[in-house]
């Protein structure tokens, strides 16, 4: 394998001109972060029209490729066709050709949603397993462990999903009991059932320092008090 390398190399550096074989090099030492090509014309002082030429020769012969920067998508890097950009050139995941994949995050928030809405509760790897059966008809270059992860996140942040360990019984029992999984908030009409707390009775009722837990006015006799907590 490495003297096959080393023969793949001659012959490219043999059929390259010099300014080629310069580039080239400069190209391919940048790795998977590329260069600018105004870089290349400090390092090299090459001419404009020359440097120019010299890429597109070595474009057109698949040695190097254009990335688009996300930092700047007018200034777009060379690199080395063997190597793949860095997450800091392509802005990771959730971005194709510098943009930022919105198809593919509202398509798997809604898969996380619906198949944690039909089992009731579901861990990473049962929803990253679910995307794969799928097919590429939904996701075309695949889902990866860490976009699954983010997309759960995000939708625990927004009250959609709470993230819980499993008990193993009941709707947890397809999960073993301590592992991290999923499931559905818990809401009432438009409200979090949190805000029940801003509205127990006993803070706004006129007869609370006559209740006593054994007392006539008390807890377990009291409506309202009975009433909050079915809410």
Do not use: H
Request: hydrophobic share 35%.
């Amino acid at each position: 394998m490495k003297r096959k390398r080393q023969d793949l190399a001659a012959t490219l550096s043999a059929s390259m001109t010099n300014e080629e074989r310069v580039i080239y090099n400069i190209v391919r030492g940048k790795k998977e972060m590329g260069i600018w090509q105004g870089d290349i014309k400090k390092e090299t002082n090459i001419p404009d029209s020359m440097l120019k030429k010299s890429i597109k020769l070595l474009i057109s012969k698949t040695l190097i490729k254009e990335v688009v920067n996300i930092q700047n998508k007018s200034k777009k890097v060379l690199m080395a066709m063997e190597f793949k950009p860095s997450k800091e050139i392509t802005g990771g995941e959730w971005y194709t050709e510098g943009r930022l994949d919105t198809q593919l995050i509202e398509a798997l928030s809604d898969v996380c949603l619906k198949l944690i809405s039909r089992k009731k509760v579901a861990t990473r790897d049962a929803i990253l397993e679910w995307t794969r059966t799928l097919g590429s008809e939904v996701f075309p270059g695949g889902v990866s462990p860490g976009q699954v992860e983010q997309i759960l996140k995000v939708l625990v942040m927004e009250n959609k999903l709470q993230e819980v360990n499993s008990s193993g019984f009941g709707d947890f029992s397809s999960v073993p009991a301590g592992e991290v999984c999923f499931r559905l908030a818990k809401k009432v009409g438009t409200n979090v059932k949190a805000g029940a707390m801003a509205s127990i009775p006993c803070g706004v009722c006129p007869r609370i320092k006559f209740c006593t837990p054994n007392g006539i006015i008390s807890p377990t006799t009291c409506q309202y008090y009975q009433k909050w907590l079915d809410f």
